[in-house]
T-cell receptor, first 116, second 112 residues
């Protein structure tokens, strides 16, 4: 079974530019999460999709961040315009809605964003 | 509020046991997790424990939970160089739709 895949693995952009991160969850996982780790700090929750619906977006830092999950499959996280403090590693995770794995998140390798 | 605290660094000699400690504040936590992140890799779930358990053992890993003190520990027996990584403690609650609160991570360094 393929795991959670994220693209790109590393993106370097200038302040003010736009970046779009993509996450492909495990097939059949209706729950999809975005987390972020800023250098040296804790991994913080950004938002949670159940299928294509945003269940909880309380962790989104501001309106420069836009997450979508059209069709309930892959998700994108767009940062526009990027600021220096947006630098960090963005993790995506997925889990099934029900069953034994419902409370176990599988994480992707993360997308490292560097804003210069 | 919700908070998970853990020390940032730990150095252990190869072959010794490593003990990584974590404290959390949310008394209604249902699940306590340990994740491992190796360089360049994602977060790998090592193990998790339900809050109604005191201990869970899985090969070289032993998780101890003191719910009264809100203290969680991960013991790695016979530490190997491959155990060098960042270990994240995390807690979750069923009625929080699986949103997990992470600590800052403990970097485990293995001494030869």
């Amino acid at each position: 079974e393929a795991g959670v895949t994220q693209f790109p693995s590393h993106s370097v952009i200038e302040k003010g530019q736009t970046v779009t991160l993509r996450c492909d969850p495990i097939s059949g996982h209706d729950n999809l999460y975005w987390y972020r780790r800023v250098m040296g700090k804790e991994i913080k929750f950004l938002l949670h999709f159940v299928k294509e619906s945003k269940q909880d977006e309380s962790g989104m830092p501001n309106n420069r961040f836009l997450a979508e999950r059209t069709g309930g499959t892959y998700s994108t996280l767009k940062v526009q315009p990027a600021e220096l403090e947006d630098s960090g590693v963005y993790f995506c995770a997925s889990s099934p809605l029900q069953g034994s794995g419902a409370n176990v998140l599988t994480f992707g390798a993360g997308s490292r964003l560097t804003v210069l | 509020g919700e908070d998970v605290e853990q020390s940032l660094f730990l150095s252990v000699r190869e072959g010794d046991s490593s003990v990584i400690n974590c404290t959390y504040t949310d008394s209604s936590s249902t699940y306590l997790y340990w994740y491992k992140q190796e360089p360049g890799a994602g977060l790998q779930l090592l193990t998790y424990i339900f809050s109604n358990m005191d201990m869970k053992q899985d090969q070289r890993l032993t998780v101890l939970l003191n719910k009264k003190d809100k203290h969680l520990s991960l013991r790695i027996a016979d530490t190997q160089t491959g155990d060098s990584a960042i270990y994240f403690c995390a807690e979750g609650r069923m009625n929080r739709d699986d949103k997990i609160i992470f600590g800052k991570g403990t970097r485990l360094h293995i001494l030869p």
